[in-house]
């Protein structure tokens, strides 16, 4: 699994990696690749062979291919909430077409089933306030990190809030994850402690920190 946090931008580009799924934060216009019609790939096939192609954007329920019959509803009855893009931040995809995307101003986690083809909120009440970065561990768990409640939190695919761990203090401002699934751990970087505070994977407990304040080897500044 890939992905790519790019935060700022109101449409999720979806690509290909050698038969990997990315994601990407991009503000390109939503585009359908199949064919007859135009293929974009990078580098140039002329350049040399293609590793990343191009498949669309998207960025609320308006940019799924639709049939005839949704497209003369839509005529008649007008559109539903296409529940667009307010704040994404990080995305983590899973393996059966679900991509889970942070919305710092929604404080919610929007769900796109590219089978369905419908989006959704993950938590139909959201107890977050400002979710960041996002991370899928080998259960398919999905871990969240609140910048303003300093914690992390572990969400089933469905929802549901299994637990969390941290606190303002030890974490008083997490923002991006890690998972390394051999070692068994968790790395969140702090912007605000300028550190990488690591968790052991399994019992969720502080294992140690490295890093501070500096513009040394082994310093941040404003760790991302």
């Known amino acids: 699994m890939v992905r790519i946090m790019m935060p700022n931008f109101m449409k999720l580009t979806l690509c290909t990696i050698l038969g990997t799924v990315l994601l990407l934060g991009g503000c390109a216009a939503p585009q359908k690749a199949s064919e007859g019609k135009n293929r974009f790939f990078w580098p140039k096939p002329e350049l040399s062979e293609p590793r990343v192609e191009f498949i669309g954007a998207y960025g609320s329920r308006d940019d799924f291919e639709k049939t005839k019959a949704q497209i003369a509803s839509e005529a008649f009855l007008g559109k ?26 929604d404080k919610n986690i929007r769900v796109y089933d590219f089978n369905r083809k419908k989006i959704s909120f993950l938590l139909q009440k959201t ?39 941290g606190n303002p203090e030890l974490l008083p401002q997490p923002v991006y994850l890690e998972i390394n699934e051999r070692l068994q751990r968790l790395y969140v970087s702090d912007s605000k ?26 310093f941040f500044l404003s760790c991302q």
């Open 80 to 105: 539903d909430n296409l529940l667009p893009f307010k704040g994404p931040f990080a995305t983590v995809a899973d393996d059966e077409g679900l991509v889970f995307v942070t919305d710092v101003y």
């Open 127 to 165: 107890f977050l306030q400002r979710p960041y970065d996002l991370a899928m561990d080998a259960k398919k768990n999905i871990y969240v990190a609140d910048a303003e409640l300093g914690r992390i939190f572990v969400l089933s695919r469905e929802g549901q809030n299994l637990y969390s761990f």
């Open 193 to 218: 402690k300028n550190k990488i505070v690591v968790f052991d994977l399994n019992t969720k407990k502080f294992l140690f920190d490295f890093g501070d304040r500096g513009t040394n080897p082994g």
